[in-house]
């Protein structure tokens, strides 16, 4: 069976993922990426059993038909943080005015290209109104790259992501969320694609994450909905 998984959840199923195998001795093959790039997997036709993505990208499929009715199970809440280089001072970014300060004090911020986070900063930087004042310092990962792994090779003084994805990232320290008028809240959720040969493995998968992540979710970063 295979599995199309957001990064943003990753650090939850792969703790998760062993022991429904040993208990369903089967295998699960994943593919991990963001949102976005999973997404355009799919309309590439790539196959699979299950989507673990966003809220709004299980709904857009159940509508496309692509993933079935009634099969979205939602696991986790995430919201975005700072993370700057272990050991290095911790801006203040208790409100909007400070996140703007320490923005423009630092000489250079990570973010995703496609990830959420990613695609959602350059709108922290328009409410703040500094996109000119920002746009030389801004540093993005190729494909596949953590933002967290820019700050602590010391590519990038600080670092935006989804806090679920910086915490693994060693070498760094997270400040904190988004302060939250600037803050966005994202659902992630899963769903049997209806493309599946194994729905019943899949809709198992599913019931089978929903029960179990809630006590690993505060210890990556992650919120139960």
Avoid at 53 to 73: P, Y
Avoid at 121 to 141: D, H, Q, S, Y
Avoid at 167 to 187: E, F, M, N, S
């Amino acid at each position: 069976m295979q599995i199309l998984c957001t990064n943003g959840v990753k650090s939850v199923l792969l703790e998760l993922i062993p022991p429904f195998e040993r208990a369903r001795d089967t295998k699960l093959a994943v593919i991990w990426g963001s949102t976005h790039a999973l997404l355009n997997d799919l309309e590439r036709g790539a196959g699979g059993d299950v989507a673990v993505l966003t809220a709004e990208a299980i709904d857009d499929l159940i509508k496309q038909g692509k993933v079935k009715a009634g099969s979205r199970v939602d696991l986790a809440r995430s919201g975005i943080g700072v993370a700057v280089r272990k050991g290095a001072k911790r801006p203040d970014i208790a409100s909007s005015e400070a996140l703007k300060r320490a923005l423009l004090a630092a000489k250079s911020v990570a973010h995703s290209k496609t990830g959420l986070s990613g695609i959602y900063f350059p709108t922290v930087l328009a409410r703040l109104g500094i996109v000119e004042e920002m746009r030389a310092k801004i540093v993005m990962p190729d494909a596949g790259t953590p933002v967290g792994e820019l700050v602590a090779n010391g590519e990038a003084e600080i670092g935006i992501q989804q806090i679920s994805e910086l915490l693994p990232v060693a070498g760094i320290d997270i400040v904190g969320p988004l302060p939250p008028p600037l803050q966005k809240i994202t659902i992630f959720s899963g769903g049997v694609l209806t493309a599946s040969r194994e729905a019943s493995l899949a809709a198992a998968l599913l019931a089978f994450l929903a029960a179990e992540s809630p006590r690993l979710l505060n210890a990556k970063g992650l919120e139960p909905t």
